[in-house]
């Protein structure tokens, strides 16, 4: 699939400047209206500061965290925003300049903040570092923002108040943990994270328990009962996966190891050295891309002892749902074939000026389409090779048994090709906690026909129909689903952005779309600048 070339595509310098924060809510301009059913808030993270007196960062997802909240009720909005109050922002800012520490602990760079990023050409983390600006997450009922090392900061939903630092490596034997996790319906958590010794390179599953509503409620950050319910070793000890998200269904959970691998040897060498950490992650397509299933019941790797299911190399970093059906796992990612294709994200390039410095940045970028693959559950010695084991007339994806051992699975595209001209798309969406590991059948999501996302689109997976917002100038968030109350349908419900614009100071709006029409409800204007952000919630709490 070859998506069109763009050209005279405007420069964005101005969505990855610097600004101050806000941190007394302040009133918007309401345009239209805002459904007065809407009680809560929706929370934004991202980098807001690229600079410290004279030093500035390099790449965009180096900038401090900023959390933004807009919050609703009664049909008015209100808006502030703090920084995020991690080590390096209070160090940085006490000295006015950008301390620099020494080699830490092995941490992975996030390509989240830099949607399809250069996780291959730097790997310089001075140390793991909290300053985490990916998204909120949810554990025993507490709010954190988290990246993708160790350590996650807990904050107030609320005042937007930096509270502790918490180290994963306390709780539970991992050193790292995705800023993905998957909500259970009983209040559980699950993540997933590294863990490397003498036994080797481990891919950990971790769940957190349910709060514990007898425990006295205390003002603390607690991930006390986090349990590594699975290890899956890596398929190349010396090579492990990078990986951004994981998927969950009702019973399963699946692991994507995909070919973009980490030299351990050489991240070792360089790091004795002090060298920095170039090229020590690369994409290798030699490799196949793995499907790890695990019963995430009993921790259980699946048909892994005996059976390998792969398929031909992609990258993928974020996944739309996963359900069963009628003994086949269903799971819907966003993914990519060229790994090399993943643009350098620094500031430089993406303050390009308009034109074919900008477009010539934009069209070397891989687009990410939707994909569909189908596991089928039960395979054993007695499956025929060599033939197509899906058996439901309502999936074109594939499966073949080629090798005693083996399963080869060939995607279906989840889009037809009114999508390419969007260019493709990321940050998937869903109505979560009602159909999350269940059959579904839409997904909001923002289209890239620019650098940063420049449409939202809301894709139904039964037709492959679009649903597109798009204005030329304005650059969506993550669009985030809130359902009305009483929704019956999936769709029940608005859909929520941030959309900025670099054609105008201070011209940012919150957007609220009707979910089943995609038809503008309400906007609310605030009079500030906030820069192209990462993942957003929406807080029920208030
Ligand atoms: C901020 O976090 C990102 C990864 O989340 C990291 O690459 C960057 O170096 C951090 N910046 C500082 C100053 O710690
Ligand atoms: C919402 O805004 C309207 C109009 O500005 C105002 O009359 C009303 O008191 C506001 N409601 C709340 C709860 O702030
Ligand atoms: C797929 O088709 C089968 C019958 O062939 C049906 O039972 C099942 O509900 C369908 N699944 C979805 C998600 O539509
Ligand atoms: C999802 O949709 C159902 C209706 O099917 C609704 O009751 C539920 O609250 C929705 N979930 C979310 C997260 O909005
Ligand atoms: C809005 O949500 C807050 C926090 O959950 C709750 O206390 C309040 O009663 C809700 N208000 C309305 C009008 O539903
Ligand atoms: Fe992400």
């Known amino acids: 699939t070859r998506c069109p070339q763009a050209s005279g595509l405007e420069t964005l310098a101005t969505l990855v400047s610097s600004v101050e924060e806000t941190p007394d809510p302040i009133p918007t301009t309401v345009q239209g209206t805002i459904p007065t059913w809407i009680n809560g808030s929706f929370l934004r993270n991202g980098p807001a500061k690229f600079e410290f007196g004279e030093d500035r960062y390099v790449h965009w997802f180096d900038g401090m965290a900023m959390m933004h909240r807009f919050h609703i009720k009664d049909g008015n909005v209100t808006y502030s925003s703090r920084f995020l109050r991690s080590d390096s922002y209070v160090k940085n800012t006490e000295k006015n300049r950008i301390v620099m520490s020494e080699f830490g602990t092995l941490a992975l760079p996030d390509p989240c903040k830099n ?149 351990l040897l050489k991240f070792m060498l360089y790091r004795i050295q002090g060298k920095s950490f170039h090229k020590v992650m690369t994409w290798e397509p030699k490799y196949n891309t793995i499907f790890h299933l695990v019963n995430r019941h009993t921790g259980k790797v699946g048909q892994e002892q005996t059976m390998r299911y792969q398929c031909a190399p992609m990258f993928t970093l974020h996944q739309i749902n996963a359900y069963e059906d009628n003994g086949f796992l269903v799971m819907d990612m966003c993914c990519g074939d060229d790994g090399n294709a993943v643009g350098e994200f620094t500031l430089e390039n993406i303050r390009r000026k308009s034109g074919e410095e900008m477009d010539k940045f934009y069209n070397d970028l891989c687009r990410n389409l939707p994909r569909r693959y189908v596991l089928p559950l039960n395979v054993d010695e007695q499956t025929p090779l060599d033939q197509n084991l899906i058996s439901l007339n309502n999936y074109t994806a594939t499966a073949v048994k080629t090798k005693p051992k083996e399963v080869v699975l060939t995607h279906e595209e989840l889009h037809d090709d009114t999508l390419l001209q969007y260019g493709g798309l990321e940050f998937p969406q869903i109505n979560y906690t009602q159909y ?24 139904d997976v039964h037709t492959k129909e679009l649903k597109v917002w798009r204005f030329p100038g304005l650059y969506p968030s993550e669009p985030v689903f809130v359902a009305s109350p009483g929704a019956t349908e999936e769709d029940d419900g608005v859909v929520m952005s941030v959309i900025i614009t670099p054609r105008k100071e201070k011209s940012t709006f919150l957007l609220v779309l009707d979910a089943k029409t995609f038809i503008e409800l309400g906007r609310a204007e605030v009079p500030v600048n906030i820069p192209y952000g990462t993942h957003g919630v929406f807080n029920e709490m208030g």
């Open 115 to 263: 949607i399809f990023a250069r996780f291959f050409s730097r790997f310089q983390m001075p140390e793991a570092t909290d300053n985490a600006s990916v998204n909120f997450v949810k554990y025993k009922g507490d709010y954190y923002v988290s990246t993708e090392t160790n350590y996650m900061r807990r904050i107030n939903p609320q005042s937007l108040e930096t509270k502790e630092k918490v180290d994963w490596t306390k709780f539970v034997a991992v050193n790292s943990a995705t800023a993905h996790p998957h909500y259970d319906q009983d209040g559980a958590t699950y993540n997933m994270g590294n863990s490397y010794g003498k036994q080797g390179f481990f891919y950990n599953i971790v769940r957190v328990p349910p709060p514990d509503e007898t425990a006295a409620k205390t003002d603390c950050a607690d991930l006390s009962g986090a349990e590594v319910i699975c290890s899956i070793p890596a398929a190349e000890p010396r090579k492990p996966s990078y990986y951004h998200s994981f998927v969950m269904s009702e019973n399963y959970i699946v692991f994507v190891e995909q070919p973009i691998k980490l030299d």
């Open 436 to 459: 999350n590991g269940r059959p579904y059948r839409y997904f909001y999501s923002c289209g890239f026909g620019h650098v940063f996302s420049d449409s939202l689109l809301k894709m």
